[in-house]
């Protein structure tokens, strides 16, 4: 079965920094991946995702299918991106979405 | 719209009761799912639905219950509580499927004792 990894369950950070949150999905084929965010006191909510090639809140990611990973980056974190933050990833239409175990960004002023 | 709306916020529970946690869309959404939240096990899909009168199981079925009579409507019923079921519980809907914009309701939390 498909199954997504987020190593890190916290990562902090100084604002300024460049942020980084690991996810590697196992699934031989080609899935759709996305991030997922959830901010204090907020619904989760999509952040984007890997077919739109955007960047949202200066967060941007790439999906390597060499290393079967899809991180998600921002070069310069701010203290508003501290959240709960999921990769998740879906194989086919009427398959259900798959989420890691996700990972908590702090960024500390 | 309201959006996805889920009822109640918070409930404690006695090991062995029943109660049913209603999760509700006014976005004609075809695909609604369940999710329990656990510390350290992210979101773990309990049920899901692709339309009205079909539901399937997800990872963590066990203990649970669902039913699908309308397009809106996707209650979650727990049919003899258990202290491993406390957890706070998302309802999600989304267009088409699973690989649609999920919309997130803003939980139940529960506490079975």
């Known amino acids: 079965a498909q199954r997504v990894t987020q190593p890190e369950k916290l990562l902090s950070v100084f604002k300024g920094a460049p942020v980084e949150l690991k996810c590697n999905y196992s699934y031989s084929g080609s899935p759709e991946l996305f991030w997922y965010v959830q901010y204090s006191r907020q619904r989760l909510q999509l952040l984007l995702r890997?077919?739109s090639r955007e960047s949202i809140k200066g967060f941007t990611a790439d999906l390597n299918k060499g290393e079967t990973s899809f991180h998600l980056k921002k070069p310069f974190a701010q203290e508003e991106d501290s959240a709960m933050y999921y990769c998740?990833?879906?194989?086919?239409?009427?398959?259900?979405?798959?989420f890691g175990k996700g990972t908590r960004l702090s960024v500390i002023a | 719209n309201a959006g996805v709306t889920q009822t109640p916020k918070f409930q404690v529970l006695k090991t062995g009761q029943s109660m049913t946690l209603q999760c509700a869309q006014d976005m004609n959404h075809e695909y609604m799912s369940w999710y329990r939240q656990d510390p350290g096990m992210g979101l773990r899909l309990i049920h899901y639905?692709?339309?009205?009168?079909?539901?399937d199981q997800g990872e963590v079925p066990n203990g649970y219950n669902v039913s699908r009579s309308t397009t809106e409507d996707f209650p979650l019923r727990l049919l003899s509580a258990a202290p491993s079921q406390t957890s706070v519980y998302f309802c999600?809907?989304?267009?088409?499927?699973?690989?649609?914009?999920?919309?997130f309701g803003p939980g139940t939390r529960l506490l079975v004792l």
């Open positions: 999600a809907s989304s267009y088409g499927t699973g690989g649609e914009t999920q919309y």
């Open positions: 890997h077919i």
């Open positions: 639905s692709v339309g009205a009168g079909i539901t």
């Open positions: 998740a990833l879906i194989v086919s239409g009427n398959t259900p979405l798959v």
